[in-house]
Protein backbone atom coordinates (compact mmCIF):
# COMPACT_ATOMS: atom_id res chain seq x y z
CA UNK A 1 0.00 0.00 0.00
CA UNK A 2 1.29 3.73 -0.89
CA UNK A 3 1.38 5.79 2.07
CA UNK A 4 0.81 9.92 1.85
CA UNK A 5 2.88 11.81 4.90
CA UNK A 6 1.34 15.06 4.98
CA UNK A 7 2.98 18.13 6.01
CA UNK A 8 2.84 20.37 8.44
CA UNK A 9 0.91 17.64 10.65
CA UNK A 10 3.41 14.63 9.64
CA UNK A 11 0.15 12.88 9.49
CA UNK A 12 -0.04 9.65 6.81
CA UNK A 13 -3.13 8.35 4.56
CA UNK A 14 -2.93 5.28 2.59
CA UNK A 15 -3.83 5.64 -0.95
CA UNK A 16 -5.93 3.01 -2.04
CA UNK A 17 -5.71 1.24 -5.43
CA UNK A 18 -6.23 4.07 -8.03
CA UNK A 19 -7.07 6.63 -5.75
CA UNK A 20 -5.34 10.13 -5.99
CA UNK A 21 -3.73 11.98 -4.35
CA UNK A 22 -6.88 14.69 -3.87
CA UNK A 23 -9.04 11.98 -3.17
CA UNK A 24 -7.12 10.77 -0.46
CA UNK A 25 -6.36 14.05 1.39
CA UNK A 26 -10.22 14.41 1.30
CA UNK A 27 -11.01 11.18 2.80
CA UNK A 28 -8.20 11.71 5.12
CA UNK A 29 -9.88 14.58 6.24
CA UNK A 30 -7.63 17.48 4.74
CA UNK A 31 -9.39 20.07 2.14
CA UNK A 32 -7.51 21.71 -0.69
CA UNK A 33 -9.46 24.25 -3.89
CA UNK A 34 -9.96 22.70 -6.30
CA UNK A 35 -13.29 23.79 -7.94
CA UNK A 36 -13.28 21.48 -10.49
CA UNK A 37 -13.13 18.47 -9.17
CA UNK A 38 -10.45 16.36 -9.66
CA UNK A 39 -10.90 17.32 -13.93
CA UNK A 40 -7.82 18.43 -13.77
CA UNK A 41 -8.45 21.53 -15.68
CA UNK A 42 -8.17 24.32 -13.12
CA UNK A 43 -4.69 23.82 -11.96
CA UNK A 44 -5.52 24.42 -8.27
CA UNK A 45 -4.79 21.73 -6.45
CA UNK A 46 -1.29 22.28 -6.54
CA UNK A 47 1.03 20.66 -3.83
CA UNK A 48 4.46 20.30 -3.20
CA UNK A 49 5.93 16.94 -2.98
CA UNK A 50 9.71 15.93 -1.03
CA UNK A 51 12.44 14.22 -3.71
CA UNK A 52 10.34 15.30 -7.11
CA UNK A 53 12.60 13.05 -9.15
CA UNK A 54 11.25 10.43 -7.63
CA UNK A 55 7.16 10.99 -8.30
CA UNK A 56 5.69 11.29 -12.25
CA UNK A 57 5.19 14.51 -12.73
CA UNK A 58 1.87 16.11 -13.39
CA UNK A 59 2.27 18.77 -16.63
CA UNK A 60 -0.57 21.77 -16.89
CA UNK A 61 -0.33 24.75 -18.34
CA UNK A 62 -0.16 26.66 -14.94
CA UNK A 63 2.56 24.48 -13.39
CA UNK A 64 6.16 25.75 -15.28
CA UNK A 65 8.85 23.16 -15.95
CA UNK A 66 11.01 24.72 -13.37
CA UNK A 67 8.19 24.34 -10.83
CA UNK A 68 7.61 20.81 -11.92
CA UNK A 69 11.29 19.77 -11.55
CA UNK A 70 12.99 22.00 -9.62
CA UNK A 71 9.83 22.66 -6.70
CA UNK A 72 8.09 19.74 -6.95
CA UNK A 73 4.65 21.38 -7.95
CA UNK A 74 2.39 18.44 -8.49
CA UNK A 75 -1.28 18.51 -9.27
CA UNK A 76 -3.19 16.24 -6.72
CA UNK A 77 -6.05 15.05 -8.83
CA UNK A 78 -3.84 13.85 -11.48
CA UNK A 79 -0.99 12.25 -9.21
CA UNK A 80 -1.68 8.56 -8.01
CA UNK A 81 2.01 7.58 -7.17
CA UNK A 82 2.48 3.79 -7.26
CA UNK A 83 5.66 4.97 -4.07
CA UNK A 84 5.54 6.42 -0.92
CA UNK A 85 5.41 10.18 -1.08
CA UNK A 86 6.04 12.84 0.97
CA UNK A 87 3.61 16.35 0.22
CA UNK A 88 3.57 19.99 1.76
CA UNK A 89 0.15 21.37 1.64
CA UNK A 90 -0.70 24.51 0.02
CA UNK A 91 -1.49 27.49 1.62
CA UNK A 92 -4.97 27.60 1.70
CA UNK A 93 -5.62 24.12 2.89
CA UNK A 94 -7.90 23.23 5.61
CA UNK A 95 -8.45 20.88 7.82
CA UNK A 96 -10.66 18.60 10.14
CA UNK A 97 -9.88 19.00 12.72
CA UNK A 98 -11.80 15.92 14.47
CA UNK A 99 -8.98 13.74 12.40
CA UNK A 100 -6.51 15.47 15.06
CA UNK A 101 -7.93 15.07 18.42
CA UNK A 102 -6.57 12.55 20.25
CA UNK A 103 -3.80 11.88 18.03
CA UNK A 104 -0.94 11.75 21.01
CA UNK A 105 -3.32 8.19 22.90
CA UNK A 106 -2.45 5.99 20.23
CA UNK A 107 0.28 3.86 21.99
CA UNK A 108 -0.09 5.21 25.08
CA UNK A 109 1.07 2.74 28.26
CA UNK A 110 -2.12 2.37 29.95
CA UNK A 111 -1.24 2.73 33.58
CA UNK A 112 -4.28 4.29 35.04
CA UNK A 113 -4.73 5.51 38.52
CA UNK A 114 -7.66 3.34 39.68
CA UNK A 115 -7.51 -0.41 40.02
CA UNK A 116 -10.60 -2.52 41.26
CA UNK A 117 -9.21 -5.77 43.19
CA UNK A 118 -12.09 -8.58 44.45
CA UNK A 119 -11.60 -10.38 47.62
CA UNK A 120 -13.90 -12.50 49.63
CA UNK A 121 -16.97 -11.00 47.71
CA UNK A 122 -16.03 -7.48 48.29
CA UNK A 123 -14.37 -5.17 46.14
CA UNK A 124 -11.61 -2.26 46.85
CA UNK A 125 -10.33 0.69 44.99
CA UNK A 126 -6.67 1.08 45.00
CA UNK A 127 -5.69 4.59 44.03
CA UNK A 128 -2.67 5.72 42.95
CA UNK A 129 -0.56 7.11 46.21
CA UNK A 130 -2.55 4.74 48.45
CA UNK A 131 -2.04 2.18 50.57
CA UNK A 132 -4.60 0.59 51.77
CA UNK A 133 -7.29 0.94 49.00
CA UNK A 134 -10.90 2.00 49.19
CA UNK A 135 -14.10 -0.32 50.22
CA UNK A 136 -16.84 -0.01 47.02
CA UNK A 137 -19.44 -0.41 48.64
CA UNK A 138 -21.45 0.41 45.15
CA UNK A 139 -19.59 -2.29 42.80
CA UNK A 140 -21.18 -4.64 40.88
CA UNK A 141 -19.62 -8.10 39.34
CA UNK A 142 -19.34 -7.12 35.47
CA UNK A 143 -18.63 -3.67 36.32
CA UNK A 144 -15.43 -2.18 34.34
CA UNK A 145 -13.54 0.97 36.15
CA UNK A 146 -14.57 3.94 33.71
CA UNK A 147 -12.64 7.31 33.77
CA UNK A 148 -13.58 11.14 32.78
CA UNK A 149 -11.46 13.39 30.83
CA UNK A 150 -13.02 16.57 31.41
CA UNK A 151 -12.52 20.38 29.91
CA UNK A 152 -14.41 22.97 31.79
CA UNK A 153 -14.05 26.36 29.35
CA UNK A 154 -15.39 29.34 29.84
CA UNK A 155 -17.89 28.95 26.53
CA UNK A 156 -18.06 25.44 26.36
CA UNK A 157 -17.68 22.19 28.14
CA UNK A 158 -16.90 18.68 27.27
CA UNK A 159 -17.24 15.23 28.87
CA UNK A 160 -15.52 12.04 27.51
CA UNK A 161 -15.41 8.43 28.98
CA UNK A 162 -12.75 6.13 28.54
CA UNK A 163 -12.88 2.22 29.49
CA UNK A 164 -9.63 2.59 32.03
CA UNK A 165 -8.51 -0.93 31.40
CA UNK A 166 -8.46 -1.39 27.36
CA UNK A 167 -8.09 3.01 26.84
CA UNK A 168 -10.90 2.84 24.35
CA UNK A 169 -12.69 6.01 24.12
CA UNK A 170 -16.44 5.45 24.70
CA UNK A 171 -18.27 8.60 23.95
CA UNK A 172 -18.18 11.93 24.20
CA UNK A 173 -20.40 14.77 24.85
CA UNK A 174 -20.80 18.69 24.58
CA UNK A 175 -22.91 21.84 25.53
CA UNK A 176 -22.57 25.60 26.38
CA UNK A 177 -21.36 26.47 29.87
CA UNK A 178 -24.07 27.49 31.23
CA UNK A 179 -22.69 29.96 33.19
CA UNK A 180 -22.57 31.62 30.20
CA UNK A 181 -25.69 33.14 31.14
CA UNK A 182 -24.23 35.33 34.27
CA UNK A 183 -21.19 36.31 31.68
CA UNK A 184 -19.30 35.48 29.05
CA UNK A 185 -15.97 36.47 29.84
CA UNK A 186 -14.15 35.22 33.31
CA UNK A 187 -14.39 39.09 35.26
CA UNK A 188 -18.30 39.24 35.24
CA UNK A 189 -18.03 35.39 36.62
CA UNK A 190 -15.13 36.22 39.56
CA UNK A 191 -17.61 39.37 40.16
CA UNK A 192 -21.00 37.31 40.58
CA UNK A 193 -19.29 34.22 42.55
CA UNK A 194 -17.81 36.00 44.83
CA UNK A 195 -21.09 36.39 46.90
CA UNK A 196 -21.78 32.98 48.44
CA UNK A 197 -25.17 33.47 46.83
CA UNK A 198 -23.51 34.03 43.28
CA UNK A 199 -20.98 31.04 43.88
CA UNK A 200 -23.73 29.03 44.57
CA UNK A 201 -25.52 29.89 41.95
CA UNK A 202 -22.63 29.32 39.24
CA UNK A 203 -21.33 25.96 41.22
CA UNK A 204 -24.81 25.08 40.83
CA UNK A 205 -25.27 25.93 37.16
CA UNK A 206 -22.11 24.45 35.79
CA UNK A 207 -22.29 20.89 38.18
CA UNK A 208 -25.99 19.91 37.24
CA UNK A 209 -24.90 20.17 33.68
CA UNK A 210 -21.28 18.38 33.95
CA UNK A 211 -23.48 15.42 35.48
CA UNK A 212 -26.10 16.19 32.83
CA UNK A 213 -23.30 15.47 30.24
CA UNK A 214 -21.87 12.87 32.82
CA UNK A 215 -25.05 10.72 32.43
CA UNK A 216 -25.54 11.05 28.74
CA UNK A 217 -21.86 9.39 28.31
CA UNK A 218 -23.00 6.38 30.40
CA UNK A 219 -26.02 5.62 28.92
CA UNK A 220 -24.33 5.96 25.18
CA UNK A 221 -22.28 3.62 26.80
CA UNK A 222 -24.51 1.48 28.39
CA UNK A 223 -21.68 2.14 31.59
CA UNK A 224 -23.35 2.62 35.15
CA UNK A 225 -22.18 6.34 37.13
CA UNK A 226 -20.72 3.85 39.56
CA UNK A 227 -18.32 2.62 37.30
CA UNK A 228 -16.24 5.78 36.92
CA UNK A 229 -13.45 5.97 39.15
CA UNK A 230 -11.00 8.15 37.97
CA UNK A 231 -11.64 11.94 36.31
CA UNK A 232 -8.89 14.59 34.86
CA UNK A 233 -10.17 18.14 34.75
CA UNK A 234 -9.09 20.96 32.61
CA UNK A 235 -10.11 24.26 32.96
CA UNK A 236 -9.09 27.88 33.55
CA UNK A 237 -8.10 28.54 37.27
CA UNK A 238 -11.97 30.41 37.65
CA UNK A 239 -14.00 27.38 35.82
CA UNK A 240 -11.67 25.18 37.55
CA UNK A 241 -12.90 27.50 41.40
CA UNK A 242 -16.48 27.67 40.72
CA UNK A 243 -16.91 24.36 39.76
CA UNK A 244 -14.96 23.12 43.06
CA UNK A 245 -17.14 26.19 44.60
CA UNK A 246 -14.49 28.20 45.90
CA UNK A 247 -14.72 32.09 46.32
CA UNK A 248 -13.07 33.12 42.77
CA UNK A 249 -12.49 36.75 44.31
CA UNK A 250 -8.97 36.86 45.05
CA UNK A 251 -8.36 35.90 41.04
CA UNK A 252 -10.23 39.20 40.56
CA UNK A 253 -7.74 41.58 42.77
CA UNK A 254 -3.67 41.69 43.17
CA UNK A 255 -1.44 39.86 43.69
CA UNK A 256 -4.26 36.98 41.65
CA UNK A 257 -4.70 34.46 44.30
CA UNK A 258 -5.22 31.07 43.32
CA UNK A 259 -7.24 29.08 45.91
CA UNK A 260 -7.76 25.79 44.27
CA UNK A 261 -4.25 23.25 44.35
CA UNK A 262 -2.89 22.27 41.07
CA UNK A 263 -1.34 18.67 40.69
CA UNK A 264 -3.49 17.21 43.27
CA UNK A 265 -6.37 15.01 43.73
CA UNK A 266 -9.74 15.44 45.16
CA UNK A 267 -12.99 13.53 45.73
CA UNK A 268 -16.10 13.43 44.04
CA UNK A 269 -17.65 15.34 46.40
CA UNK A 270 -15.68 18.08 46.11
CA UNK A 271 -16.79 19.17 42.19
CA UNK A 272 -20.32 17.70 43.20
CA UNK A 273 -19.86 15.26 40.50
CA UNK A 274 -22.05 11.52 40.27
CA UNK A 275 -19.50 9.52 39.40
CA UNK A 276 -18.56 6.55 42.43
CA UNK A 277 -18.17 8.41 45.62
CA UNK A 278 -14.90 6.64 46.36
CA UNK A 279 -13.82 8.13 43.05
CA UNK A 280 -11.10 10.82 42.70
CA UNK A 281 -10.72 13.61 40.37
CA UNK A 282 -7.31 15.16 39.49
CA UNK A 283 -6.76 19.01 38.52
CA UNK A 284 -3.02 18.65 36.45
CA UNK A 285 -1.07 21.51 37.40
CA UNK A 286 -1.39 25.01 37.67
CA UNK A 287 1.39 27.42 36.64
CA UNK A 288 -0.52 31.08 37.18
CA UNK A 289 -3.75 32.91 38.24
CA UNK A 290 -4.37 33.01 34.22
CA UNK A 291 -2.73 30.31 33.60
CA UNK A 292 -4.80 26.96 34.37
CA UNK A 293 -4.50 23.11 34.05
CA UNK A 294 -6.30 23.59 30.65
CA UNK A 295 -3.05 25.01 29.00
CA UNK A 296 -0.84 22.58 31.29
CA UNK A 297 -2.90 19.54 29.64
CA UNK A 298 -2.35 21.19 26.35
CA UNK A 299 0.87 21.67 26.81
CA UNK A 300 1.47 18.41 27.76
CA UNK A 301 -0.33 16.79 24.99
CA UNK A 302 1.68 18.78 22.32
CA UNK A 303 5.03 17.66 23.89
CA UNK A 304 5.77 21.94 23.76
CA UNK A 305 8.18 21.54 26.92
CA UNK A 306 10.43 18.80 25.42
CA UNK A 307 10.57 20.83 21.86
CA UNK A 308 14.32 21.33 21.19
CA UNK A 309 13.93 24.35 18.21
CA UNK A 310 11.96 27.23 19.05
CA UNK A 311 7.94 26.74 18.65
CA UNK A 312 4.89 28.20 19.87
CA UNK A 313 1.58 27.27 21.20
CA UNK A 314 -2.12 29.35 21.26
CA UNK A 315 -4.80 28.39 22.57
CA UNK A 316 -7.58 30.27 20.82
CA UNK A 317 -10.64 30.60 22.97
CA UNK A 318 -12.47 33.08 25.21
CA UNK A 319 -9.29 33.20 27.35
CA UNK A 320 -5.93 33.75 25.03
CA UNK A 321 -3.41 31.96 26.59
CA UNK A 322 -0.26 30.70 24.83
CA UNK A 323 3.30 29.36 25.53
CA UNK A 324 6.85 30.15 24.09
CA UNK A 325 9.85 27.46 24.38
CA UNK A 326 13.32 28.71 23.14
CA UNK A 327 15.97 26.62 23.82
CA UNK A 328 14.89 25.15 27.20
CA UNK A 329 12.94 28.52 28.44
CA UNK A 330 9.00 28.12 28.42
CA UNK A 331 7.49 31.11 28.76
CA UNK A 332 3.83 31.34 29.29
CA UNK A 333 1.06 34.14 29.48
CA UNK A 334 -2.57 34.51 28.33
CA UNK A 335 -4.77 37.55 27.16
CA UNK A 336 -8.75 38.26 27.44
CA UNK A 337 -9.99 37.50 23.87
CA UNK A 338 -13.47 36.92 24.70
CA UNK A 339 -15.64 34.53 23.16
CA UNK A 340 -16.01 35.69 19.59
CA UNK A 341 -13.79 32.89 18.20
CA UNK A 342 -16.44 30.32 20.12
CA UNK A 343 -19.62 32.08 18.49
CA UNK A 344 -20.47 33.47 21.36
CA UNK A 345 -21.00 37.72 21.06
CA UNK A 346 -21.64 37.31 17.39
CA UNK A 347 -24.42 38.06 16.04
CA UNK A 348 -25.47 35.23 14.03
CA UNK A 349 -22.67 33.08 15.74
CA UNK A 350 -23.23 29.61 16.96
CA UNK A 351 -20.96 26.15 18.32
CA UNK A 352 -19.31 23.78 15.35
CA UNK A 353 -23.19 21.82 15.26
CA UNK A 354 -24.38 20.42 12.04
CA UNK A 355 -25.56 23.50 9.55
CA UNK A 356 -22.66 25.85 10.93
CA UNK A 357 -20.87 27.63 8.60
CA UNK A 358 -17.38 26.18 9.01
CA UNK A 359 -15.35 27.64 5.67
CA UNK A 360 -15.31 30.43 3.63
CA UNK A 361 -13.43 31.29 0.42
CA UNK A 362 -13.07 34.08 -1.80
CA UNK A 363 -11.78 33.46 -5.33
CA UNK A 364 -11.78 36.50 -6.91
CA UNK A 365 -15.18 36.68 -8.30
CA UNK A 366 -17.83 35.41 -5.28
CA UNK A 367 -17.24 33.68 -1.39
CA UNK A 368 -18.36 30.04 -1.29
CA UNK A 369 -19.29 28.61 1.95
CA UNK A 370 -19.42 25.10 3.44
CA UNK A 371 -21.83 24.20 6.72
CA UNK A 372 -20.88 21.39 9.05
CA UNK A 373 -22.08 17.94 7.48
CA UNK A 374 -23.32 20.17 4.41
CA UNK A 375 -26.76 21.17 5.86
CA UNK A 376 -28.35 24.26 5.41
CA UNK A 377 -26.80 27.53 6.92
CA UNK A 378 -28.12 27.94 10.38
CA UNK A 379 -25.18 30.59 11.89
CA UNK A 380 -21.52 30.60 11.96
CA UNK A 381 -19.02 28.89 14.04
CA UNK A 382 -15.51 29.84 14.39
CA UNK A 383 -13.38 28.77 11.67
CA UNK A 384 -16.35 30.49 9.23
CA UNK A 385 -16.12 33.58 11.28
CA UNK A 386 -12.24 33.76 11.19
CA UNK A 387 -12.89 32.89 6.67
CA UNK A 388 -16.02 35.31 6.29
CA UNK A 389 -13.73 38.08 8.06
CA UNK A 390 -10.61 37.24 6.24
CA UNK A 391 -12.87 36.62 2.76
CA UNK A 392 -14.61 39.62 2.85
CA UNK A 393 -11.50 41.37 3.33
CA UNK A 394 -9.96 40.11 0.72
CA UNK A 395 -12.93 40.99 -1.61
CA UNK A 396 -12.97 44.81 -0.41
CA UNK A 397 -15.82 44.76 1.45
CA UNK A 398 -14.10 45.61 4.73
CA UNK A 399 -10.77 47.78 4.73
CA UNK A 400 -8.08 47.49 6.96
CA UNK A 401 -9.38 49.79 9.81
CA UNK A 402 -12.41 47.16 10.11
CA UNK A 403 -14.67 49.33 8.30
CA UNK A 404 -17.47 47.79 6.59
CA UNK A 405 -18.71 49.00 2.94
CA UNK A 406 -22.34 49.80 2.51
CA UNK A 407 -24.33 48.72 -0.57
CA UNK A 408 -24.41 52.20 -1.97
CA UNK A 409 -20.04 51.73 -1.72
CA UNK A 410 -20.02 48.61 -3.81
CA UNK A 411 -18.68 50.08 -6.83
CA UNK A 412 -15.33 48.45 -6.72
CA UNK A 413 -16.88 45.42 -5.16
CA UNK A 414 -17.26 42.08 -7.09
CA UNK A 415 -21.05 42.09 -8.78
CA UNK A 416 -21.33 37.92 -7.11
CA UNK A 417 -20.30 39.86 -3.93
CA UNK A 418 -21.76 42.98 -3.97
CA UNK A 419 -25.24 41.23 -4.08
CA UNK A 420 -24.61 40.22 -0.20
CA UNK A 421 -24.05 44.17 1.31
CA UNK A 422 -27.14 44.66 2.91
CA UNK A 423 -28.50 47.46 5.81
CA UNK A 424 -29.80 46.48 9.12
CA UNK A 425 -31.05 49.11 10.97
CA UNK A 426 -29.12 51.50 8.84
CA UNK A 427 -25.62 49.56 9.56
CA UNK A 428 -23.61 47.65 7.02
CA UNK A 429 -23.59 43.87 6.86
CA UNK A 430 -23.32 40.84 4.47
CA UNK A 431 -25.89 38.43 3.87
CA UNK A 432 -24.41 34.77 4.34
CA UNK A 433 -27.35 32.80 3.37
CA UNK A 434 -31.34 33.34 5.00
CA UNK A 435 -31.35 34.92 7.97
CA UNK A 436 -27.54 34.45 8.58
CA UNK A 437 -25.53 37.56 8.29
CA UNK A 438 -22.23 39.06 9.29
CA UNK A 439 -22.30 43.09 10.77
CA UNK A 440 -20.27 45.69 11.34
CA UNK A 441 -20.64 44.90 15.20
CA UNK A 442 -19.10 41.72 14.61
CA UNK A 443 -16.02 42.45 12.76
CA UNK A 444 -15.58 44.95 15.79
CA UNK A 445 -15.24 41.71 18.00
CA UNK A 446 -13.16 39.50 15.51
CA UNK A 447 -10.97 42.73 15.86
CA UNK A 448 -10.77 43.01 19.51
CA UNK A 449 -10.19 39.11 19.96
CA UNK A 450 -7.76 39.02 17.18
CA UNK A 451 -6.15 42.05 18.45
CA UNK A 452 -5.38 41.03 21.72
CA UNK A 453 -4.03 37.37 21.39
CA UNK A 454 -2.10 38.98 18.50
CA UNK A 455 -0.38 41.55 21.07
CA UNK A 456 0.07 38.34 23.14
CA UNK A 457 2.43 36.93 20.52
CA UNK A 458 3.98 39.51 19.45
CA UNK A 459 5.19 40.15 23.22
CA UNK A 460 6.02 36.83 24.29
CA UNK A 461 8.53 36.78 21.17
CA UNK A 462 9.83 40.07 22.48
CA UNK A 463 10.41 38.79 25.56
CA UNK A 464 12.21 35.67 24.14
CA UNK A 465 14.03 38.07 21.91
CA UNK A 466 12.77 36.04 18.90
CA UNK A 467 11.16 36.33 15.22
CA UNK A 468 7.92 35.14 13.77
CA UNK A 469 10.51 33.35 11.47
CA UNK A 470 12.86 32.13 14.17
CA UNK A 471 10.11 29.61 14.80
CA UNK A 472 9.50 26.18 13.51
CA UNK A 473 6.27 25.46 14.39
CA UNK A 474 2.84 27.43 15.97
CA UNK A 475 0.66 24.97 17.39
CA UNK A 476 -3.00 26.38 17.57
CA UNK A 477 -5.00 24.76 20.10
CA UNK A 478 -9.14 25.29 21.17
CA UNK A 479 -12.24 23.19 19.34
CA UNK A 480 -13.71 26.51 18.24
CA UNK A 481 -14.12 25.16 14.85
CA UNK A 482 -13.56 22.08 12.69
CA UNK A 483 -11.87 23.76 9.38
CA UNK A 484 -9.22 26.08 9.95
CA UNK A 485 -7.31 27.80 6.79
CA UNK A 486 -3.57 29.10 8.38
CA UNK A 487 -4.20 31.69 5.36
CA UNK A 488 -7.42 33.33 6.79
CA UNK A 489 -5.06 33.67 10.34
CA UNK A 490 -2.36 35.48 8.32
CA UNK A 491 -5.01 37.70 6.87
CA UNK A 492 -6.80 38.91 9.83
CA UNK A 493 -3.72 39.31 11.56
CA UNK A 494 -4.25 37.07 14.38
CA UNK A 495 -0.56 35.44 13.35
CA UNK A 496 2.25 36.93 11.20
CA UNK A 497 1.78 36.36 7.80
CA UNK A 498 5.73 34.33 7.63
CA UNK A 499 3.87 31.94 9.96
CA UNK A 500 1.17 30.58 8.16
CA UNK A 501 3.53 27.91 6.62
CA UNK A 502 4.48 26.86 10.10
CA UNK A 503 0.75 26.27 11.74
CA UNK A 504 -0.18 22.43 13.20
CA UNK A 505 -3.89 22.57 14.58
CA UNK A 506 -4.17 20.46 17.34
CA UNK A 507 -8.00 20.54 18.07
CA UNK A 508 -9.21 20.59 22.07
CA UNK A 509 -5.17 19.64 23.51
CA UNK A 510 -6.90 20.48 26.94
CA UNK A 511 -9.21 17.29 26.70
CA UNK A 512 -6.51 15.09 25.03
CA UNK A 513 -3.80 15.80 27.94
CA UNK A 514 -6.24 15.51 30.54
CA UNK A 515 -7.07 11.62 28.87
CA UNK A 516 -3.36 11.14 28.79
CA UNK A 517 -3.18 11.86 32.55
CA UNK A 518 -6.27 9.43 32.83
CA UNK A 519 -4.77 6.49 30.82
CA UNK A 520 -1.65 6.99 31.99
CA UNK A 521 -0.89 8.03 35.67
CA UNK A 522 2.78 8.65 35.55
CA UNK A 523 2.15 11.50 33.11
CA UNK A 524 1.02 13.65 35.74
CA UNK A 525 3.94 13.19 38.07
CA UNK A 526 6.20 14.38 35.39
CA UNK A 527 3.80 17.36 34.08
CA UNK A 528 4.29 18.63 37.71
CA UNK A 529 8.09 18.05 37.33
CA UNK A 530 8.43 20.00 34.20
CA UNK A 531 6.05 23.06 34.88
CA UNK A 532 8.27 24.21 37.77
CA UNK A 533 10.27 25.68 35.44
CA UNK A 534 8.00 27.13 33.69
CA UNK A 535 7.88 31.26 33.70
CA UNK A 536 5.09 33.64 33.77
CA UNK A 537 4.99 37.01 31.55
CA UNK A 538 2.18 39.41 32.70
CA UNK A 539 1.41 41.14 29.70
CA UNK A 540 -1.13 43.46 31.35
CA UNK A 541 1.60 44.64 33.64
CA UNK A 542 4.04 45.63 30.54
CA UNK A 543 3.59 49.56 29.67
CA UNK A 544 3.59 48.55 25.83
CA UNK A 545 0.84 46.50 25.61
CA UNK A 546 -2.13 49.18 25.49
CA UNK A 547 0.32 50.61 22.43
CA UNK A 548 0.29 47.69 20.74
CA UNK A 549 -3.13 46.40 21.33
CA UNK A 550 -4.11 49.47 19.78
CA UNK A 551 -2.43 48.33 16.52
CA UNK A 552 -3.34 45.13 16.06
CA UNK A 553 -6.70 45.75 16.04
CA UNK A 554 -6.39 46.82 12.32
CA UNK A 555 -5.97 44.01 10.03
CA UNK A 556 -2.91 43.51 7.65
CA UNK A 557 -2.36 45.76 4.39
CA UNK A 558 -3.18 43.06 2.00
CA UNK A 559 -0.51 43.13 -0.97
CA UNK A 560 -2.64 42.23 -4.71
Same mark, same amino acid.
Given at each position: ??????????????????????????????? #?? $???? $????????? #?????????????????? @??????????????????? /???????????????? *????????????????????? %?????????????? @??????????????? #? /?????????????????????????? !?????????VVSRIQKG?????????? $???? &?????? *???????????? /???????????????????????????????????????????????????????????????????????????????????????????????????? !?????????? &????????????? %??????? &???????????? /????????????????????????????????????????SQAGDVEP???????????????????????????????????????????????????????????????????????????????????????????????????????? !???????????????????????????? *?????? !???????
Amino acid at each position: MTELTILPFKKQVTLESNESVLEALRRGGFE #IE $GPCN $GQGICGKCR #IRVEHPEMVPETPHRRIS @ESDSREKGIRLACRLTPQT /DITLHLPDDFTVDARI *LEGEHLSGIDLKPAAVVVSRN %GSYRMHYHGENAGV @ELARWKPGYSPKGLA #I /DIGTTTLVVTLFCLPTGKQLTTASSI !NPQTRFGHDVVSRIQKGSTKQGLAELA $GAVR &AELNRL *LSETCKASNAAA /DEILDAVIGGNTTMLQLAAAINPEPLGLLPFTVDIKGGASYTAKSFGLKMNPAGRIYVPPIVHAFVGSDITAGILACGCVDKKKPSLFVDIGTNGEMGLN !NGGRFIVSST &AAGPAFEGMGVSC %GIRAVPG &AVESAHYDGEAI /DYKTIDNQPARGICGSGIIDTVAALLRAGVIDPSGRFKKPSQAGDVEPLVAEGLRLIDEHPAFQIAEDVYFTQADVRQIQLAKGAIRTGIDMLLAEAGLTPGDLEEVILAGAFGYHLRPDSLATIGLIPEQLSRKVRFAGNTSKTGCAMMLL !NITLREDLEKKVLNIEHLPLAEKTSFQD *LFIKNL !NFPELVS
